[in-house]
């Protein structure tokens, strides 16, 4: 038995990770006040850590988990810099040193990052040392039949290869998606609001500098990249072997192609942090077989990298939990056992939130979502109005053919499940039955719960992966084609569907510069602009979608909800194109005006647009 005594390298670990807790805490008093509480635990619970000196330095000390460290810290000192510039608070302080704020933050910054890198470096050590041996134990396992299978460095090429094919025609549209488009014309961030701080000091590494130039399609491409692997994590962690069968590697195509994430990818520069958020949600479960404070530790660390990137991801883990315990108790562990590793991940699961809750997320309001919570009385009925809100848009978004094989392959998982299961099949049905249940509830994770969720498909892709552990579950093994099948056949439907929405989007950016460059065109000839004199210019009404689109069949309501508005007036997303990208002389962008409540001349009429105006004021009226 180690001594758990106090030593140096212990008191640096206290003070390397009390620099990491002030590296990422915003630039609020609530925030900074947890954090100091977070900070005296911290130092008690390593304190009370039962490793030697010299494990604690051969960490610290290795260069790849340093420079690992130092990257990480690096950008998330740039974060740093961005929170706490403008801080009446931070320049109280450098004006007692005798500094200038623009150079104190900027500093603190530095000296922060340096002094996380033993924690950093640590954590590094210990989890991915863990996990390699973890590898290690169950490299030399075949499928249940004695066949090889697909190793699992193959099988995470193959579903890397698979995903970008899939995405291929998004990629080809050259798209910018929503706020891709004022983010290409001015290079901001901005995931502060929503608190995803990982995602933009991810950013920061990703396009090479702190200002985000386009760099499609990397981040897509690193996207699909991502979830590959937590597609073959998914594999590993509930097969508990490195090699797997073509049928097996079919079911968890849903996981990176299913419609949902496709409205993720679409985004040139979110992309890659959503794909995190799934990432981050299956790694923690790794170490669930070890030790039951690095198993809630690992789960907590996973937790807060989902809120941080993109809370939507927060059930994907809770899913997992659900079918892990069911399968555990399936083969014969004990309530006891099978209770104590949903405990265990109830308490990481939670104290992530918390700390996210109380440490770093800081309160937003937008005009689509916020992240409050109703009152205690609203809680619960808010939850299921909002839940059958997400499950009433599933039935409308998904095809007849599409609900139907999800519905065969959750019978299938639920036969499945049965099937296999050592205790008596009543009792089996009905935890089995429990667990779907339960997991259908979780599924779109802490969404449901807030008083004004989003509601996009953006932020339903738990469905996604809820349909492929149904899949996964149903293909394991060998035998039992009929089980099989309808994930496959569902995965090549996703598949297949990639490539018509992407072929849409193509469709739809032709057809919004066309109708932007009649408009520039009518614009231009008018006497108005060409006295040098700036003129304010407004737009209303929409294109909507391309006449081409507009005439697929009625049952593509997937692909109506994935098409955003691309030229319209009212939201600025929809008009950063007309007035950022083509160098539109003397025309001011001024919001504060509302044209549409003058009665303005008309200019010109065309079937296109109508364009009123006077002498500085020009309104244009989509058709």
Same mark, same amino acid.
């Given at each position: 038995?180690?001594?758990?005594?106090?030593?140096?390298?212990?008191?640096?670990?206290?003070?390397?990770? !009390?620099?990491?807790?002030?590296?990422?805490?915003?630039?609020?008093? *609530?925030?900074?006040?947890?954090?100091?509480?977070? *900070?005296?635990?911290?130092?008690?619970?390593?304190?009370?850590?039962?490793?030697?000196?010299?494990?604690?330095?051969?960490? &610290?000390?290795?260069?790849?988990?340093? *420079?690992?460290?130092?990257?990480?810290?690096?950008?998330?000192?740039?974060?740093?810099?961005?929170?706490?510039?403008? +801080?009446?608070?931070? $320049?109280?302080?450098?004006?007692?040193?005798?500094?200038?704020?623009? !150079?104190?933050?900027?500093?603190?910054?530095?000296?922060?990052?340096?002094?996380?890198?033993?924690?950093?470096?640590?954590?590094?050590?210990?989890?991915?040392?863990?996990?390699?041996?973890?590898?290690?134990?169950?490299? %030399?396992?075949?499928?249940? +039949?004695?066949?090889?299978?697909?190793?699992?460095?193959?099988?995470?090429?193959?579903?890397?290869?698979?995903?970008?094919?899939?995405?291929?025609?998004?990629?080809?549209?050259?798209?910018?998606?929503?706020?891709?488009?004022?983010?290409?014309?001015?290079?901001?961030?901005?995931?502060?609001?929503?608190?995803?701080?990982?995602? !933009?000091?991810?950013?920061?590494?990703?396009?090479?500098?702190?200002?985000?130039?386009?760099?499609?399609?990397?981040?897509?491409?690193?996207?699909?990249?991502?979830? #590959?692997?937590?597609?073959?994590?998914?594999?590993?962690?509930?097969?508990?072997?490195?090699?797997?069968?073509?049928?097996?590697?079919?079911?968890?195509?849903?996981?990176?192609?299913?419609?949902?994430?496709?409205?993720?990818?679409?985004?040139?520069?979110?992309?890659?942090?959503?794909?995190? +958020? &799934?990432?981050? +949600?299956?790694?923690?479960?790794?170490?669930?077989?070890?030790?039951?404070?690095?198993?809630?530790?690992?789960?907590?660390?996973?937790?807060?990298?989902?809120? !941080?990137?993109?809370?939507? $991801?927060?059930?994907?883990?809770?899913?997992?939990?659900?079918?892990?315990?069911?399968?555990?108790?399936?083969?014969?562990?004990?309530?006891?056992?099978?209770? %104590?590793? @949903?405990?265990?991940?109830?308490?990481?699961?939670?104290?992530?939130?918390?700390?996210?809750?109380?440490?770093?997320?800081?309160?937003?309001?937008?005009?689509? #979502?916020?992240?409050?919570?109703?009152?205690?009385?609203?809680?619960?009925?808010?939850?299921?109005?909002?839940?059958?809100?997400?499950?009433?848009?599933?039935?409308?978004?998904?095809?007849?053919?599409?609900?139907?094989?999800?519905?065969?392959?959750?019978?299938?998982?639920?036969?499945?499940?049965?099937?296999?299961?050592?205790?008596?099949?009543?009792?089996?049905?009905?935890?089995?039955?429990?667990? &779907?249940?339960?997991?259908?509830?979780?599924?779109?994770?802490?969404?449901?719960?807030?008083?004004?969720?989003?509601?996009?498909?953006?932020?339903?892709?738990?469905?996604?992966?809820?349909?492929?552990?149904?899949?996964?579950?149903?293909?394991?093994?060998?035998?039992?084609?009929?089980?099989?099948?309808?994930?496959?056949?569902?995965?090549?439907?996703?598949?297949?569907?990639?490539?018509?929405?992407?072929?849409?989007?193509? @469709?739809?950016?032709?057809?919004?510069?066309?109708?932007?460059?009649?408009?520039?065109?009518?614009?231009?000839?008018?006497?108005?602009?060409?006295?040098?004199?700036?003129?304010?210019?407004?737009?209303?009404?929409?294109?909507?979608?391309?006449?081409?689109?507009?005439?697929?069949?009625?049952?593509?309501?997937?692909?109506?909800?994935?098409?955003?508005?691309?030229?319209?007036?009212?939201?600025?997303?929809?008009?950063?194109?007309?007035?950022?990208?083509?160098?539109?002389?003397?025309?001011?962008?001024?919001?504060?005006?509302?044209?549409?409540?003058?009665?303005?001349? @008309?200019?010109?009429?065309?079937?296109?647009?109508?364009?009123?105006?006077?002498?500085?004021?020009?309104?244009?009226?989509?058709?």
């Amino acid at each position: 038995m180690k001594e758990k005594r106090l030593f140096p390298e212990k008191g640096l670990l206290m003070l390397s990770g !009390t620099a990491f807790l002030l590296l990422i805490v915003p630039a609020w008093t *609530a925030g900074m006040a947890w954090c100091c509480v977070a *900070a005296a635990v911290l130092c008690v619970a390593v304190g009370r850590l039962n490793v030697s000196g010299e494990t604690i330095r051969g960490w &610290v000390l290795r260069p790849g988990y340093a *420079a690992l460290s130092l990257l990480v810290n690096g950008a998330l000192g740039v974060n740093f810099y961005h929170i706490w510039v403008g +801080s009446r608070k931070m $320049a109280a302080v450098a004006g007692l040193l005798g500094l200038e704020a623009g !150079t104190f933050v900027p500093l603190c910054g530095v000296l922060l990052a340096l002094a996380a890198v033993p924690a950093v470096s640590c954590v590094l050590g210990y989890y991915l040392s863990a996990g390699m041996a973890d590898y290690r134990e169950t490299a %030399g396992r075949t499928l249940p +039949s004695g066949k090889r299978g697909v190793p699992m460095g193959k099988a995470l090429l193959i579903l890397f290869a698979l995903f970008v094919l899939g995405i291929s025609a998004i990629l080809r549209a050259n798209f910018y998606y929503m706020d891709d488009s004022p983010r290409a014309a001015l290079g901001y961030k901005q995931w502060d609001y929503f608190s995803r701080y990982l995602s !933009t000091a991810l950013a920061t590494l990703v396009h090479g500098g702190d200002y985000l130039v386009d760099v499609a399609p990397l981040p897509q491409i690193l996207a699909m990249g991502m979830m #590959a692997a937590a597609g073959v994590l998914i594999l590993y962690i509930l097969y508990d072997r490195t090699a797997f069968s073509w049928w097996e590697l079919a079911a968890v195509v849903c996981v990176g192609l299913n419609p949902y994430f496709l409205g993720c990818v679409s985004f040139r520069f979110d992309a890659p942090y959503m794909a995190l +958020s &799934v990432l981050a +949600s299956v790694v923690p479960l790794l170490y669930r077989n070890r030790r039951p404070s690095a198993y809630i530790l690992a789960a907590m660390l996973g937790i807060l990298a989902v809120c !941080t990137s993109y809370q939507a $991801a927060t059930g994907i883990f809770p899913m997992l939990v659900l079918l892990l315990a069911l399968r555990m108790w399936n083969r014969g562990a004990s309530w006891r056992e099978t209770g %104590g590793f @949903v405990l265990r991940s109830v308490a990481g699961w939670g104290l992530g939130l918390l700390f996210f809750k109380l440490v770093i997320m800081i309160p937003a309001d937008a005009i689509y #979502a916020s992240n409050a919570l109703p009152g205690l009385k609203e809680l619960i009925p808010n939850y299921f109005a909002n839940l059958k809100a997400y499950y009433t848009l599933i039935r409308q978004d998904f095809k007849p053919g599409w609900l139907l094989l999800a519905g065969v392959m959750a019978f299938g998982f639920f036969l499945r499940t049965i099937l296999t299961s050592r205790r008596n099949k009543g009792a089996a049905a009905a935890v089995t039955a429990a667990a &779907v249940t339960l997991m259908g509830l979780v599924c779109f994770g802490i969404y449901p719960a807030l008083a004004t969720p989003v509601f996009a498909p953006r932020a339903m892709y738990g469905f996604g992966i809820l349909l492929a552990l149904f899949g996964v579950t149903a293909a394991e093994g060998e035998g039992h084609i009929a089980c099989k099948a309808p994930a496959a056949l569902l995965g090549w439907l996703f598949f297949v569907f990639s490539f018509t929405y992407g072929n849409a989007l193509s @469709v739809q950016k032709d057809y919004t510069v066309f109708r932007t460059e009649m408009v520039i065109a009518d614009l231009q000839d008018m006497a108005v602009f060409q006295s040098g004199e700036p003129v304010t210019v407004q737009l209303s009404g929409s294109i909507g979608q391309a006449p081409v689109l507009r005439n697929m069949p009625q049952n593509y309501l997937m692909l109506n909800r994935l098409m955003p508005e691309t030229f319209a007036g009212g939201d600025d997303l929809q008009q950063y194109g007309f007035y950022c990208y083509y160098d539109l002389r003397n025309v001011v962008w001024n919001q504060e005006v509302k044209l549409q409540e003058r009665n303005l001349p @008309v200019l010109k009429d065309t079937m296109y647009h109508t364009i009123r105006g006077d002498g500085s004021n020009v309104l244009v009226e989509l058709k």
